[in-house]
């Protein structure tokens, strides 16, 4: 099985789902930990009512602190893939270094579009027509890297900011799901055949 830690700041949905999916066997992963960036995510709860161990990086002492102790995290857990799922801070090239090419993150645009902050509103407002979710590699770039996938979402004249963050993350929820478990299975068939 393949070891993960996911990294979240807010409510935690992708979260939720990646952890119940690898309980439920339909990805080959175990998550180790679930850190946060914020003491008061509402994902802390749903991870420890989930039986998943959680930390609290300590960002209020400095991001060299925080990242410390989440590398401090990463070792002693034997994590292999850090996921980020609504992770609202930016890893310094120290920490994507230390684990090139094995953290994920989401975003909901279709990426290069909407970076940064509120993508799904800034696609809103801009008035795009269709919009989407990428899963990419993190590099040492902001909302870029490689791109692993991509699915669309249409934004139709009846919908609302509300409406639309539904499908994205309804999308979000089940394209992430699926690049996991496309890696993490390429991951073990390596594994076993000794590569």
Not at 4 to 17: C, H, K, W
Not at 58 to 81: H, R, S
Not at 146 to 156: F, T
Request: charged share 25%; glycine share 6%; with cysteine.
């Amino acid at each position: 099985m393949t070891s993960v830690a996911v990294l979240i700041s807010g409510r935690g949905t992708n979260m939720e789902t990646i952890v119940k999916n690898c309980k439920l066997g339909k990805l080959p992963a175990n998550v180790a930990f679930v850190g946060s960036s914020k003491k008061d995510a509402e994902g802390l709860v749903k991870a420890k009512n989930l039986g998943i161990p959680t930390i609290v990086l300590p960002y209020d002492e400095g991001k060299d602190t925080a990242e410390e102790k989440l590398l401090e995290e990463l070792k002693k857990n034997q994590v292999e893939w850090v996921v980020l799922a609504g992770f609202m801070k930016i890893l310094s090239p120290k920490v994507v270094r230390s684990y090139m090419n094995r953290i994920v993150n989401i975003h909901p645009s279709l990426l290069p579009s909407f970076p940064g902050v509120n993508a799904i509103k800034q696609a809103f407002e801009y008035g795009v027509k269709v919009t989407g979710v990428t899963v990419h590699l993190v590099d040492e770039k902001v909302d870029h890297g490689p791109i692993l996938a991509q699915m669309p979402v249409r934004i139709s004249p009846y919908d609302t900011i509300e409406t639309l963050e539904k499908k994205v993350h309804r999308i979000e929820h089940y394209l992430y799901s699926e690049v996991l478990k496309e890696l993490f299975t390429r991951e073990l068939n390596k594994t076993r055949r000794g590569i």
